[in-house]
């Protein structure tokens, strides 16, 4: 019972907070118990197809070749494969976060996950297109040109500045 308490504590905490607004103050606990219900939904429309998905990397997707292309020793082709995956995604951020885990899993470099996070944030192909529609190509351009060596230059400074022990928990925690 504990255990279940432990893995829900942040659903539960949402829980009592709305239902406290519903008590305090009825109009805002509505309004919030709405865009808590909005984004419940939202997540359970967008977490199946990446379930299924991670489902098939898992099986199609050799280790050995995630760790040939994406390992310690993946270089400029890691970097790039990682920036590319981040970037050609699609749905919130949340989403990227099982399949950093399915790529943690299967021997992916720590800093090509970070780098994978920061273009799935930072770089993705239909936000850009969105984004040069609204504020032009030339704005669009500019940051994702200044994005690029910011990801990366964030993602080894996080694995640079991490103790092994941390990456070692990081990786357990993954498997």
Same mark, same amino acid.
């Given at each position: 019972?504990?255990?279940?308490?432990?893995?829900?504590?942040?659903?539960? %905490?949402?829980?009592?907070? $709305?239902?406290?607004?519903?008590?305090?103050?009825?109009?805002? !606990?509505?309004?919030?118990?709405?865009?808590? /219900? $909005?984004?419940? #939904?939202? *997540?359970?429309?967008?977490?199946?197809?990446?379930?299924?998905?991670?489902?098939? #990397?898992?099986?199609?997707?050799?280790?050995?070749?995630? %760790?040939?292309?994406?390992?310690?020793?993946? !270089?400029?082709?890691? *970097?790039?494969?990682?920036?590319?995956?981040?970037?050609?995604?699609? /749905?919130?951020?949340?989403?990227?976060?099982?399949?950093? /885990?399915?790529?943690?899993?299967?021997?992916?470099?720590?800093?090509?996950?970070?780098?994978?996070?920061?273009?799935?944030?930072?770089?993705?192909?239909? *936000? #850009?297109?969105?984004?040069?529609?609204?504020?032009?190509?030339?704005?669009?351009?500019?940051?994702?040109?200044?994005?690029?060596? !910011?990801?990366?230059?964030?993602?080894?400074?996080?694995?640079?500045?991490?103790?092994?022990?941390?990456?070692? *928990?990081?990786?357990? $925690?993954?498997?």
């Amino acid at each position: 019972m504990s255990a279940v308490i432990s893995r829900y504590k942040f659903v539960i %905490i949402i829980l009592f907070f $709305n239902l406290a607004l519903l008590v305090l103050h009825p109009t805002i !606990g509505i309004k919030s118990l709405q865009i808590s /219900g $909005n984004n419940m #939904l939202e *997540m359970l429309s967008v977490l199946p197809p990446i379930f299924v998905l991670l489902g098939l #990397l898992d099986v199609w997707v050799e280790r050995e070749t995630v %760790i040939k292309l994406m390992g310690e020793k993946s !270089g400029l082709l890691g *970097m790039a494969l990682a920036f590319l995956l981040g970037s050609a995604a699609a /749905g919130p951020l949340y989403a990227a976060f099982p399949l950093a /885990g399915v790529l943690l899993k299967k021997g992916c470099k720590l800093s090509n996950i970070l780098i994978f996070i920061g273009a799935w944030s930072t770089t993705k192909i239909p *936000m #850009l297109l969105f984004e040069a529609s609204a504020m032009g190509w030339k704005f669009m351009l500019t940051r994702f040109i200044v994005n690029i060596p !910011g990801i990366i230059l964030i993602a080894y400074i996080i694995e640079s500045i991490l103790l092994d022990e941390d990456k070692i *928990m990081i990786y357990r $925690n993954a498997n």
